[in-house]
């Protein structure tokens, strides 16, 4: 996305506005307080700076500007927070490439159809020629006020009336054939509706806005049948494998610390909100993917997985339960229903009851993946245990918080009576490449502070923590040039210097504005202070500056070292390393290598 977007974006959000237009703030001197909406409190220790642009929770440490806001009570990505704020200002946002126009174009296009096309839907649902269709959902056991709710709807028992009306209003039939709501005629020429006679489900997207449609047959099944289901196909907006059905509830519906509960049908999500239970969702007839799991990590840290007991649904659990611990999730546990129930059927039967005999079949995923291993494999026998251990430490192996790590190692020992040594070494050989690795996170072999992906050596911190809770430094000699010096070696580092002093404006949420990539945003929301932080940064950014040449200076006298080892000038060489090391103020821990070169 265009930098002049998010500065345009930026310079027309005030933060105050912004928040206050979510709940009451309350002045506080030169600042705003109120309770923080990311965590319970009784007193706020929600702060909000006019003056910095910024946020700061004394409470829960969260903070940020704008974007960051919006992002986290949203639940949505930056792209998206970018979006809702140039929206709320009523500001058009540029094309990202020379071609960008015209595709946004089209996908503002699709939007709009996909919006047309569910009222036209929701329209034959209401009307006589729906009848039919709203007795099937009566005789499922899903209410009114629930269809009203998801926007379930109604195709048509016809060939051409949506294509119809649809081009009354103003959408070419090359558009709908594009959207995956028509297809062009074989034996018959001209486009026709492609869901007919169909249960329809409107399918959003995080932000509310209708992307596809899902749609089961109303006609009984029988040998020249159309399939049961048919979703929509992909397009520029929207992804099967990183959608799922209900997620644009979860902004409004889903408490905070509340799991979510991921299904697999349209209807299963349905019933499960019928009887109260909230937060749950349906992949759309595929398997859970990594980016479903990347977008479910962004509403909660807690997920059940709820799937029929048959094989089927015990192993798309099981592969599921996977795919989260490589995406993060920790906190994961899986409700087996009896056998031939899927969750409809299961809440349909027991109502309001449902929601605590759920909790009955719910278990822990270590529980869950231990109990099918001792199903599967003859636990009595050496080469049993092996087989099953084999099978139990790939998903150990994507656990990647060292403390949770250690306890799932002692359970699988204890259960396998295998040591934990040898499962460990069996973890190592899978992470080293020796079988499937996981997709994310570092090994957990050290301690916690030693894995964090955004961790920086100290200079750098100090330098990055200066100039990002104190603007006016970035004006100091060190950084002047423009570019970021030699002596910034973190990549990451590098590139926020060279965001900072792109920035005209210089405060502190200004300067977090413009920063898209998730590691770096990370990287400076976690040196981010409060206001009344009382830190010299000046003199802190002073000692990080002389640090960074000291280590430039080392690394340097290090290397003619190596080069003097070689063969060089030994005597010019020698000079220069020695006149390197005069140079270093506040000197290092190292030992002198001229020392050793200069003797023999």
Not at 15 to 35: D, M, N, Q, T
Request: hydrophobic share 35%.
């Amino acid at each position: 996305m265009a930098s002049d977007d998010i500065e345009r974006v930026r310079e027309a959000t005030d933060i105050v506005e912004l928040i206050g237009g979510y709940f009451p703030l309350k002045r506080s001197g030169s600042s705003f307080k109120a309770r923080c909406p990311f965590h319970e409190e009784k007193t706020g220790s929600f702060n909000v700076n006019p003056g910095r642009q910024t946020f700061y929770c004394f409470g829960c440490q969260e903070k940020g500007g704008v974007f960051d806001f919006v992002m986290k009570m949203e639940r949505v990505e930056f792209k998206d927070a970018l979006v809702l704020l140039a929206d709320r200002a009523n500001i058009s946002l540029e094309p990202e490439t020379p071609g960008g126009e015209q595709k946004r174009s089209f996908r503002a296009d699709l939007y709009r159809l996909h919006e047309w096309a569910h009222q036209f839907y929701l329209g034959v649902y209401r009307s006589p020629e729906g009848a039919a269709c709203r007795e099937y959902v009566k005789g499922r056991g899903i209410s009114d006020e629930i269809v009203q709710e998801f926007g379930v709807c109604y195709a048509p028992d016809s060939w051409t009336t949506f294509v119809g009306r649809a081009g009354e209003a103003g959408f070419p039939p090359q558009l709908l054939e594009k959207a995956g709501l028509a297809r062009v005629g074989v034996k018959r020429p001209g486009h026709y509706d492609w869901f007919r006679d169909r249960l329809v489900f409107a399918i959003g997207d995080a932000m509310g806005r209708v992307v596809a449609f899902g749609a089961r047959a109303l006609a009984k099944e029988g040998p020249n049948s159309e399939p049961k289901y048919l979703n929509s196909p992909e397009t520029d907006i929207f992804h099967k494998g990183k959608t799922l059905y209900g997620i644009d509830r979860l902004r409004k519906h889903l408490p905070r610390g509340e799991p979510i509960l991921v299904m697999e049908g349209y209807t299963d999500v349905l019933m499960s909100t019928q009887v109260g239970v909230h937060g749950a969702v349906a992949t759309l007839g595929t398997a859970l993917t990594p980016e479903h799991a990347r977008v479910l990590a962004r509403y909660s840290d807690s997920t059940v997985l709820v799937y029929d007991g048959d094989v089927a649904g015990l192993t798309a659990a099981e592969r599921g339960a996977l795919l989260l611990l490589e995406a993060g999730h920790l906190d994961i546990k899986v409700a087996v229903l009896p056998a031939g129930q899927d969750p409809c059927d299961f809440f349909s039967e027991r109502g309001a009851a449902g929601r605590e005999e759920l909790l009955d079949v719910t278990t822990d995923l270590l529980d869950f993946l231990l109990e099918r291993s001792g199903q599967r494999f003859d636990l009595t026998a050496p080469d049993g245990r092996r087989r099953a251990a084999g099978e139990l430490i790939r998903p150990a192996a994507a656990v990647t918080d060292p403390i949770a790590f250690d306890l799932v190692l002692q359970r699988i020992s204890e259960f396998l009576k295998i040591s934990v040594a040898a499962l460990r070494e069996g973890v190592h050989r899978i992470r080293r490449g020796g079988g499937r690795s996981p997709r994310r996170g570092p090994s957990t072999d050290g301690p916690p502070e030693e894995k964090a992906a955004v961790s920086l050596d100290a200079a750098h911190h100090d330098l990055l923590e200066a100039v990002l809770n104190d603007p006016g430094l970035l004006g100091h000699p060190f950084l002047g040039g423009g570019e970021p010096p030699p002596e910034i070696t973190d990549p990451r580092v590098r590139s926020l210097v060279v965001t900072f002093l792109a920035v005209e404006d210089r405060v502190t949420g200004n300067l977090l504005a413009p920063i898209e990539d998730p590691e770096q945003r990370e990287l400076s929301l976690g040196v981010l202070l409060p206001e009344d932080h009382g830190r010299n940064l000046s003199g802190q950014l002073e000692g990080a500056v002389l640090a960074l040449k000291n280590s430039r200076e080392l690394s340097e006298a290090r290397r003619r070292s190596r080069e003097l080892e070689d063969g060089g000038d030994s005597r010019l060489l020698l000079e220069e390393i020695q006149q390197r090391f005069r140079t270093l103020k506040g000197g290092s821990r190292g030992t002198d290598p001229t020392e050793d070169a200069s003797m023999g």
